[in-house]
């Protein structure tokens, strides 16, 4: 195939293709990452590294230049033009009690947020692990994380929004009738932020995830500490639509020892609720 082609990596010489020798030349090694790879187009990368599951080394890392069947939390989908954001999943064989995985999702949500600190980008994560992109110029939601499990392996999708312009974003998801409008999509590019070199973008994540996998690992109290700060839902009126049509509407006060979001109602009483009781979280 010819690179310049209609369908080459460098068609849009904005958007270059992601440097793979160099990217594992910079994250590869031991206390880091134990494989890169790079591809230059795949329907999703969760799905890749779950089908590898039972081979893949723990900290093997895969990234698509073009992801045209992502998955997000219940079956959503997200897809993004050639080259102009990152898709990337990590395999894990976390040494923990599964009954701690609920905490990855949610620390790989901070881990963004620490990368686009370093981008001059304020964001903040809606419970449990959306990025919101905050203040002047185009807030919304930047990056969407997955996580899947298979056996003694734990995948961590991300999907972060980085060069794309305001017409190649998709429409704000519809939530349930009467609720608030979502926040719409933005990016990195729309957000201002002082890199969209894609390269860069990644190496600040995947710096940032080992950064606080390693925490996890050795002080989950204070890995909690980090999410509660960055978590924006904490403290807000909100409306949890459950499966089956049922909906709940109170405060949401804190993130309890299991990820789960505990929202205080109108009467007083207290409820946990996990990502899988959910379907539409909005705020009121």
């Keep these: 195939m010819d690179p310049a082609g209609a369908d080459g990596p460098w068609t849009d010489l904005e958007r270059p293709p992601l440097r793979a020798p160099a990217l594992r030349r910079a994250l590869v090694g031991p206390g880091a990452w134990a494989a890169l790879e790079v591809v230059a187009r795949t ?88 990025v919101l992109v905050r203040g002047p110029g185009r807030a919304g939601k930047v990056c969407g994380v997955l996580a899947e499990v298979r056996g003694d392996a734990v995948v961590l999708g991300a999907g972060l929004n980085v060069a794309q312009r305001a017409e190649e974003l998709p429409q704000p998801a519809a939530g349930p009738p009467g609720s608030p409008a979502a926040l719409p999509p933005t990016s990195l590019a729309l957000a201002g932020a002082r890199s969209t070199d894609r390269d860069t973008v990644l190496r600040r994540y995947l710096r940032a995830l080992r950064a606080r996998l ?68 909005r705020g009121l």
């Design 43 to 130: 329907g999703s990368t969760n799905a890749d590294l779950l089908a590898r599951s039972a081979d893949a080394a723990d900290r093997t890392v895969l990234v698509a230049d073009h992801q045209d069947a992502g998955r997000g939390r219940l079956g959503r989908t997200w897809t993004s033009p050639p080259r102009a954001g990152l898709a990337v999943s990590v395999l894990l064989r976390p040494a923990a009690d599964p009954e701690r995985w609920s905490w990855l999702p949610l620390l790989t949500g901070v881990a963004v947020v620490d990368a686009l600190g370093g981008l001059g980008v304020d964001a903040g994560l809606k419970w449990p692990n959306d």
């Design 214 to 281: 390693d925490e996890w690992s050795t002080d989950p109290a204070a890995t909690a500490a980090a999410y509660r700060c960055a978590c924006l839902t904490l403290g807000a009126p909100v409306r949890a639509h459950l499966p089956g049509g049922d909906a709940l509407t109170g405060t949401a006060e804190d993130v309890d020892a299991a990820g789960r979001l505990v929202v205080r109602g109108s009467g007083g009483a207290r409820t946990s609720l996990s990502a899988a009781d959910v379907v539409h979280l």
